[in-house]
């Protein structure tokens, strides 16, 4: 099979030192450098291209490529290769020989801190010349001094596509537009989305990874599955075969609907942007015989990619949050602790996890302006840590302003830095605010009225109202400004009510039910109809519970249901977009409780069996954490 083949007549250089390592901010710098030699083999399965077109490209910083998003002149990826003496309408190029090499030379120039990646297109793959044939593969960061190192080797084939796709799949509007705006964070976005390339495959060998760390797994299978489905295509006799039509029309910019892709590599963003539609037609590509092996036994619900990343402490995780760096926070209400986890999934709480500050079978958690983090204990307090994970409070924790051994369920933080906190305790219905210090801000009973009466989720809009969802009140949804709230109902809001709620970044309000979801606008009007927004697989089995909500830059609603491995997505119109089993990443979620996103477009899920799963370019980068969003007036935006 693969492996095997590639070590016939070729020398392979590991390129670890390539990659910039997953969770680092970007590298900065202004000069172009001359680089120096890359060296590489473009390969339809198992056959070499010979004439293939291999460009350099950089990622833009001039506007959002991604799902949805035009390609334009303002989000083009940078060519990088002059001197060629090749070029065209996409830039300098090399070709590939007669054994599928390739040799770039100094021809090309990048920056410090430039996220490069290389795309090949067209070439006979032993059939004939196939125009359909688009490959990619990740270099990650232009490095410090501005050259790769000397005889790198690089393994462009299906699978370096896979992973290079899916990884900038929230960038990417094609295989030639791959761009970002020039902020901090949305560099280190793009930063960690090259990154997350080399979490799924190895470049210098072309292979599909299973392991990642000493703490993580890759789904080889459903990425080989989806290599071979490339393959077929590329193997053919070009875009008028049967394989090329059939992955072609099924893999449009929309998923059912828009443009058909030119090519193999932008039919690979594609499937990123739309990993639930015509799954069985895709898979039927994939032959009895396929290049890569071992590859999924039959065909999935989806093609989402999930990484799953375990850590010590973590047990029952129920909530999670994604900071300023993009570092991972989750809470498990069985083993009272907190867990943080680099954006490359990495342990960065020990082996035990955090502990201490009063935790107490915790809930819920938020990040504030300046990195703490807030935990609801469930036992009727709230504990605050340290950005590096140390207890600030001691003791029992928090316990004013309402919190009286009562049970708060989810905090959330305001753009003041005030802490609002949700309680689920029908006998003495309120929701507590503090300051950002600790400090009691509402009185020793609360605050109540607007409908509360079993708060288990709470959001801030941008002009700083704390909405809450009750799980089981008629008047379902309620909406504090300072201390006095306002419950609404309609819209499909019946018993039992929301357990998840969100706001999106027109400030219109989305909670999620037992099987539908509900939308409202920020004054409080219904939105969706009696019925509410269904389908998906939102609430799929009669015990479907949905626990966590999240909103990405494309106003795209992500809802995890606490039951059993899924998530469902919906669109901005309440439009259910995940088939009727929502996502299971081929099995890989486990049973799904809290969701967030990263600015990488990357969506992040807490998992209640014991992990966190990283669903790779799902969603459409965003600012984070959530309290700044709120604070400048970018909730559900691209940073």
Not at 10 to 37: F, H, I, M, W, Y
Not at 44 to 67: K, N
Request: contains cysteine.
């Amino acid at each position: 099979m693969q492996g095997a083949f590639l070590l016939r007549g070729l020398v392979l250089v590991s390129v670890a030192g390539v990659l910039t390592g997953c969770g680092a901010n970007p590298v900065t710098g202004t000069s172009p450098l001359a680089g120096a030699k890359l060296t590489g083999r473009v390969q339809g399965g198992q056959q070499p291209i010979v004439g293939a077109r291999v460009y350099l490209l950089a990622a833009g910083t001039g506007g959002y490529g991604g799902p949805g998003i035009a390609a334009s002149a303002s989000n083009a990826s940078i060519s990088l290769l002059t001197g060629t003496g090749n070029s065209d309408t996409i830039g300098g190029y090399v070709v590939t020989d007669a054994n599928g090499n390739f040799s770039i030379t100094s021809d090309y120039t990048c920056t410090s801190g430039q996220q490069v990646y290389l795309y090949a297109l067209g070439g006979n793959p032993g059939g004939g010349t196939n125009s359909a044939a688009g490959l990619l593969a990740a270099l990650g960061s232009c490095p410090g001094g501005g050259t790769f190192p000397s005889s790198t080797f690089i393994f462009m084939n299906e699978v370096s596509t896979i992973a290079t796709a899916y990884s900038f799949a929230g960038f990417a509007s094609d295989a030639t537009h791959v761009s970002s705006s020039s902020t901090t964070l949305a560099k280190t976005g793009m930063t960690n989305a090259f990154a997350t390339a080399a979490q799924l495959e190895t470049l210098s060998t072309g292979v599909a990874a299973t392991t990642i760390g000493t703490n993580g797994t890759a789904p080889q299978t459903e990425i080989n599955t989806l290599a071979n489905i490339l393959a077929a295509c590329i193997n053919s006799t070009g875009p008028g075969s049967t394989a090329c039509t059939t992955l072609l029309g099924d893999a449009l910019s929309g998923g059912t609907t828009g443009t058909a892709p030119p090519d193999t590599a932008t039919a690979a963003i594609n499937i990123a942007h739309n990993p639930g539609a015509n799954v069985s037609a895709l898979y039927a590509l994939a032959s009895s015989s396929p290049p890569f092996a071992p590859g999924l036994s039959a065909a999935p619900t989806d093609f989402a990619i999930a990484l799953k990343f375990t850590a010590g402490g973590i047990g029952s995780a129920v909530s999670i949050a994604v900071d300023a760096t993009q570092n991972v926070w989750t809470v498990s209400t069985s083993t009272n602790t907190i867990n943080e986890f680099s954006n490359a999934g990495a342990v960065l709480s020990g082996t035990s996890g955090f502990t201490g500050g009063g935790l107490n079978s915790p809930m819920g958690l938020a990040i504030d302006l300046t990195g703490n983090i807030w935990v609801a204990n469930s036992v009727g307090s709230v504990s605050e840590f340290s950005s590096s994970g140390g207890a600030i409070t001691t003791g029992l924790g928090i316990l004013t302003g309402g919190l009286n051994g009562a049970g708060p369920w989810a905090v959330a933080v305001d753009g003041g830095g005030n802490v609002w906190v949700a309680d689920d305790t029908s006998y003495m219905p309120h929701v507590s605010e503090l300051s950002s210090s600790g400090a009691a801000v509402s009185p020793s009973g609360g605050y109540t009225g607007g409908g509360v009466n079993n708060a288990v989720s709470v959001a801030i809009d941008a002009s700083g109202n704390a909405w809450f969802a009750d799980d089981y009140t008629f008047a379902a949804v309620s909406k504090f400004s300072g201390s006095t709230g306002t419950g609404y109902n309609g819209g499909g809001l019946a018993y039992p009510g929301p357990s998840a709620i969100a706001i999106d970044a027109s400030g219109n309000v989305w909670a999620a039910c037992t099987n539908k979801l509900v939308e409202y606008s920020n004054g409080g009007t219904a939105i969706s109809p009696s019925t509410g927004y269904t389908g998906g697989g939102i609430g799929l089995t009669s015990l479907g519970e949905s626990t966590g909500i999240a909103i990405d830059s494309r106003g795209n609603v992500w809802i995890a249901d606490g039951s059993r491995g899924g998530i469902s997505e919906f669109s901005n119109a309440g439009a259910a977009i995940t088939p009727s089993t929502g996502y299971t990443a081929a099995g890989v979620l486990g049973s799904s409780y809290g969701v967030a996103l990263d600015s990488s477009g990357n969506l992040w899920v807490a998992d209640d069996t014991g992990a966190v799963e990283k669903l790779v370019g799902m969603g459409a980068p965003v600012v984070t954490p959530l309290s700044a969003a709120v604070k400048n007036n970018q909730i559900a935006t691209a940073p």
